[in-house]
Each structure stands twice: as structure tokens, then as C-alpha cells.
């Protein structure tokens, strides 16, 4: 399994990006699949996550700015970022685990697959 992001950048506040993930040798059928982030200086957090049924969860700080979806084969997710602030910038992960049921326990604890990472720098 190899997960690959890209469309990371820079991009002035108030813009948009939307990241991909594509995933080689995985289709989402079974457990979740999500974004992370890292700040520099910052612990890595979460910040969208959607689980094979559809369920999304979204952190506070992104919540009605940012889209998580996928493609209809399930094989790439997507992260639609709207009115970027500079406090969202840092190294962006795609991360996904088949065997993981607990939403709670994808979002703290190990997962199987993660990707390499896409930089998003929001600055004027």
C-alpha cells in the first residue's frame, strides 16, 4: 500500500487548495481514511476523517472551511481547503486503516498507512 498526496502550496489568506491522496494498492471498503497535520513545533492533529459508509468528522479549527471526500472507486480522498488562515499552515497527511471501527481511536491512535506528506503555506 502506498499513499501519495499532492497539491500542497502557497497560497495568500483567504485562498483555497485542495489537496489529493492516491492510494496504490488500497480501496477504502473498510475503515477510515483521513487528513493530518503538522505545525512546525506543533504534535501532528487531526483534521478531517471519513469513514468507508460516508461519515465525516471534522476538527473545530476546519469545520465549515474544509471538505473531506473521495473519488468513486474509493481509491483517492480529497481535501477541499476554503478560506485558509495562516494558522493552517504546516505538513499535510493522508493516513488510512482498514481495520480501525472506532472513529475516536483513528483520530489518536496508530494507523496502518500513511503518505510522505504535501506542505500548505498560508502567508501574505
Known amino acids: 500500500v502506498q499513499l501519495t498526496e499532492s497539491g500542497g502550496g502557497w497560497v495568500p489568506p483567504g485562498g483555497s487548495l485542495t489537496l489529493s491522496c492516491a492510494a496504490s494498492?488500497?480501496?477504502?471498503?473498510?475503515?477510515?481514511m483521513g487528513w493530518f497535520r503538522r505545525a512546525p513545533g506543533k504534535q501532528r492533529e487531526g483534521v478531517a476523517s471519513?469513514?468507508?459508509?460516508?461519515?465525516?468528522r471534522y476538527s473545530g479549527s476546519v469545520k465549515g472551511r474544509f471538505t473531506i471526500s473521495e473519488n468513486a472507486d474509493k481509491n483517492t480522498l480529497f481535501l477541499e481547503m476554503n478560506n485558509l488562515k495562516p494558522e493552517d499552515t504546516a505538513m499535510y497527511y493522508c493516513?488510512?486503516?482498514?481495520?480501525?471501527?472506532?472513529?475516536?481511536?483513528?483520530?489518536?491512535?496508530?494507523?496502518?498507512?500513511w503518505g510522505q506528506g504535501t506542505q500548505v503555506t498560508v502567508s501574505s
Open positions: 471519513i469513514a468507508a459508509d460516508g461519515r465525516r
Open positions: 494498492g488500497y480501496t477504502h471498503e473498510s475503515g477510515f
Open positions: 493516513a488510512a486503516d482498514s481495520e480501525i471501527q472506532d472513529v475516536n481511536y483513528f483520530w489518536v491512535g496508530l494507523k496502518d498507512h
